[in-house]
């Protein structure tokens, strides 16, 4: 029955996640020229929280937890596992309160409606894999302004999307330019379990009824630790978290 399910509302599911992303496109729009920035990332979060609602229509149980552990008025660098393309609106609603930046390919900043305006208008990073020096001064930038915003930075030190769930090596250049343009940042993991089961035959089917959690573990205090230390205990917890999910 899972099975037939999978196929009976993966379209339903693109179809809503698709509506969504063009609904809400000349909402931001118009809430920046007309109201500003504030007015325009509610429209995101709101957006946001549809998409993560939009799982139910897959039967998935979703769940949040450990976001109390976050301290306030601190600049805070999320430091993610990365699953799927699914992980985002998670981060944009869970952490809503901390207007969360991210650090994303240059392409995603064109034809991506809704997307593509936020990363824009939201002042994420937007880097050129290809250029080094252009990809470090946005990481940069994105550090300074969490500094003096007490704003959040997601970054995914993976890379690229795990497709089979097992945690790649967290690079932890990035992680380490963030610190360097905000010392007073604090390191908030989060763990993203249940997305690569969800597209575990690609973009179709999707898996009916999967258990997905989005959880904070305890902070890390940068210190003085060694930057490849640091990221080390990073991905160690993390990894920890979803294997006691098996």
Known sequence: MKKILSYLLTPVFYLYYTLMLLFFHPIQVGALYFFGDPARKNAVDLLNLFLVKGLYLLGCSVKFSGFEKIPDKRPIIIVSNHQSIYDIPAVIWGFKKYY???????????????????????????????????????????????????????????????KTGRVKKFMSA?????????????????????????????????????????????????????????????????????????
Request: charged share 25%; glycine share 6%; proline share 7%.
């Open 100 to 162: 969360p930046k991210f650090i994303a390919k240059i392409e995603l900043s064109k034809n991506w409606p809704s997307i593509s305006h936020n990363l824009k208008h939201g002042k994420s990073a937007l880097i050129d894999r290809d250029r080094g020096t252009q990809s470090v001064k946005e990481i940069m930038k994105l550090g300074q302004l969490i500094q003096e915003n007490d704003y959040a930075a997601c970054i995914f030190p993976e890379g690229t999307r795990s």
């Open 174 to 246: 990035g992680i380490n330019t963030l610190l360097r343009a905000a010392p007073s940042a604090v390191i908030v993991p989060f763990v993203i379990d249940g997305h690569s089961l969800l597209i575990d035959k690609g973009f179709f089917p999707l898996k009916f009824g999967q258990k997905i959690s989005y959880t904070v573990l305890d902070p890390v205090e940068p210190k003085d630790q060694p930057i490849e230390e640091l990221v080390n205990r990073v991905q160690v917890a993390i990894e920890k978290t979803l294997n006691l999910n098996y």
